[in-house]
């Protein structure tokens, strides 16, 4: 009896585990990628200092001119957006996420400048036209 109520208590989890992604992708259908168009960006915003996201918006706009097919889509995701947030493990105010195929390949969080933002995405984003 005690070993099937272990092997029930280790089940769950594991269960709870695998059906993350599942689950994030349904209740966010913008991070389903079937068509392999391109990444998403994430950018979460804490909706209190806009000042602060200014860059990072100029940032994506800059990198959507320059790398046409680069980015599927850009979302904003707001503070409340907890699953989303706890999925992603974002714990500073804005952060950008490149996702591709549900795994992070960039990620810019906090106060930073233009030139910074566009370097990371630049440096760290292979830029190949899909």
Do not use: W
């Amino acid at each position: 009896m005690k070993s099937i109520l272990l092997f029930a208590v280790l089940l769950v989890p594991l269960i709870n585990s695998c059906s993350n992604g599942g689950d994030i992708q349904a209740e966010y259908p913008f991070l389903d990628q079937e068509d392999d168009e391109g990444a998403i960006a994430l950018l979460f915003s804490d909706e209190t200092d806009y000042d602060q996201e200014n860059d990072y918006y100029d940032a994506l706009i800059t990198m959507q001119q320059q790398h046409p097919g680069m980015l599927e889509k850009v979302e904003i995701v707001s503070k409340q957006q907890n699953m989303l947030i706890d999925h992603f493990d974002v714990s500073s105010y804005p952060s950008l996420l490149i996702i591709d195929d549900m795994e992070e390949q960039v990620r810019v969080s906090g106060e930073n400048d233009f030139s910074y933002i566009v370097r990371e995405l630049e440096s760290e984003f292979p830029l190949v036209k899909r």
